[in-house]
């Protein structure tokens, strides 16, 4: 890419240039016919946001980088994308004149790359291309496996597709992806405007689901330790100008949306059946009463998703019922276990336990989430790292089922070091 900035610019030091002509030529084109100068920009700049993806993706590997390596991450892509897409789009518009541009959209800056360095450069930008969109579908393959599987894990979507292979791949959601990425192919009948435009729509959603829950957080979460502070205005800004950009493009092509919502309603759909299929069960097996063997298996599958076990470790007792009533609502797992550990100012906790269990047996006794079997233990032990690990060994159970309230600034580790449990409420 730095090649071909210089060699445009090259280019149009030699007295080459189509800049003008093509200026003028979009004022004549678009003032006309497509709603005005404003319109214009508005659908260019919602079509381009598909050249700043990537970002949504660079979220799935917190996890696998070191402390302090995403944010770098994250500035290193947006320092790109804000010096390289610029130029680009410059040199493509004082190389090649309006006509050639438009009959060259699929094939943009391999002709540009032919005009301004010839054939060899054409190639050159061609297998450079090859190359970086082949590792994108790497990376693609890389970050699905680890969202799908991690949100197998915590129960949003089908479990078998958290099985894992002896060399720690997961074939199951590999076929899958890959018989989607190939569905839309079709669909699309291999068009790259379509292609791209679905893309950019989910791109964008995600971004902005990004931004919506940053706000929430900041709202409801405002003790939660954090490396930074992103500014409120900021973050409404960044939200408002993805929400405009999907717009942007169902308005480019409508169909964009359609596409997007044959695939995006069947798996949301999947995942509340998973998330709710509890709930689904019991009316199933009140249904299938007068089948035998259909009842006799819903009931065994049911006893085996509600058999799993939930550890909340909980310092502020009068969180009990919130934290119960959450678990009740979104979890299918029926037996809970509090665990209350000694704070940094006390010896013990064993007076804090027992408030704890007291509160349970209100409960219980009031008749309130009989569906949950809880049990209370206490910890003379600080709560960290070494907590969750042990406590982890002790009960057999992933981290991911280990619930916790939020991380505070006075706290000397942060949500990485705990590995995988799950901050609720």
Known sequence: MSLFVVLGLVYYLTGHSHFSENLAHTFNFIIPDKGGILIALYLGFSASLLGVSGFESSANFVEEQKKGVFRKTLRNMLISVIIFNPLIALVVLNTMDFQSISTAKDFLLADA????????????????????LAGAVLTGYIGVSGLLSRMAADGCVPEFLSKQNRKGSFPAIVVSFFVLCSSILLATKGELLS?????TIAFLGVMTMFAFGNLLLKETRKELQRTYHAPIVFVVIAMLATLFGIFGNIRIDPNNLLFFEVYFVPFFIITLSVIYQDYILLYSMRFSKNIPFVHKYIERYFKDITDGRFVVFIHNTHRVHKILQYIS???????????????????????????????????????????????????NQEFG??????TAKELKIRKNRILIGSIHESHPYDYQSLDGVRIIF
């Open 113 to 132: 790359a032919q005009i301004i360095g010839g054939q060899w450069f054409a190639y050159f930008i061609v297998v450079d291309a090859f190359l970086v």
């Open 195 to 199: 292609l791209a435009g679905v893309y």
């Open 329 to 379: 609502r979104n979890e299918v797992g029926r037996h809970i276990t509090l665990i209350h550990c000694k704070c940094e100012n006390h010896n013990n906790e064993v007076s804090g336990a027992r408030e704890l269990q007291a509160i349970v047996n209100q409960l219980q006794t009031a008749g309130a989430f009989p569906n949950l079997d809880v049990k209370v233990i206490s910890r």
């Open 385 to 390: 790292p070494e907590m969750i690990d042990k």
